[in-house]
T-cell receptor, first 108, second 118 residues
Framework: AQRVTQPEKLLSVFKGAPVELKCNYSYSGSPELFWYVQYSRQRLQLLLRHISRESIKGFTADLNKGETSFHLKKPFAQEEDSAMYYCALLLVGNQFYFGTGTSLTVIP | GAVVSQHPSWVICKSGTSVKIECRSLDFQATTMFWYRQFPKQSLMLMATSNEGSKATYEQGVEKDKFLINHASLTLSTLTVTSAHPEDSSFYIC??????????????FGPGTRLTVT
């Protein structure tokens, strides 16, 4: 069963425009959700996690249990935000399940 | 910061041979290591979870006799692709985590190993 869904494979926005990368999850327990980012030719790295409620590089994500969503948002996209973004669900035993990823392109 | 390395970064092998990929945590002790597989332009698929000193737990659909995982120490896990076939060609990524390293349950990813089976 697909636990994490990212409906958009590709997303393009203009520089300075708001951006939202969608993520929905399926899990009956209390979820721990994360966003990972992979810049070109670099390894996967943690962007943010819902439990810390932090803002990293201007990105925020709010866990909505009613809608089972954890969308990633940024009010003003920058060119350096172009990357592959993965939503991930952490299960018991440190097991991460990743979504299929969204490739974000910020057009100058 | 926590660093995870993989070796080799790229390997080409002939069909029917076996290939070993190493994953090392360089500056911390990884109680748990994970192996993922990533097809081009697709997501990471968790293959197995290994805890130091115990047998790996494989995800459904992953052949444990084909993908042998050994986690003999707190800094090293190996993935051996046995009797490799062209369909095993993929990008293999490991990650490591330790309850005492960084944020709780944070995973640190290796750079990946590209396997091409001819």
């Amino acid at each position: 069963a697909q636990r994490v869904t990212q409906p958009e494979k590709l997303l393009s926005v203009f520089k300075g425009a708001p951006v939202e990368l969608k993520c929905n999850y399926s899990y009956s327990g209390s979820p721990e959700l994360f966003w990972y980012v992979q810049y070109s030719r670099q390894r996967l790295q943690l962007l943010l996690r819902h439990i810390s409620r932090e803002s990293i590089k201007g990105f925020t994500a709010d866990l909505n249990k009613g809608e089972t969503s954890f969308h990633l948002k940024k009010p003003f996209a920058q060119e350096e935000d172009s990357a592959m973004y993965y939503c991930a669900l952490l299960l018991v035993g440190n097991q991460f399940y990743f979504g299929t990823g969204t490739s974000l392109t910020v057009i100058p | 910061g926590a660093v995870v390395s993989q070796h080799p970064s790229w390997v080409i092998c002939k069909s029917g041979t076996s290939v070993k990929i190493e994953c090392r945590s360089l500056d911390f002790q990884a109680t748990t290591m994970f192996w993922y597989r990533q097809f081009p332009k697709q997501s990471l698929m968790l293959m197995a979870t290994s805890n130091e000193g115990s047998k790996a737990t494989y995800e459904q659909g992953v052949e444990k006799d084909k993908f042998l995982i050994n986690h003999a120490s707190l800094t090293l896990s190996t993935l051996t692709v046995t009797s490799a076939h062209p369909e095993d060609s993929s990008f293999y990524i490991c990650s490591a985590s330790s309850a005492g390293q960084g944020a709780r349950y944070e995973q640190y990813f290796g750079p990946g190993t590209r396997l091409t089976v001819t």
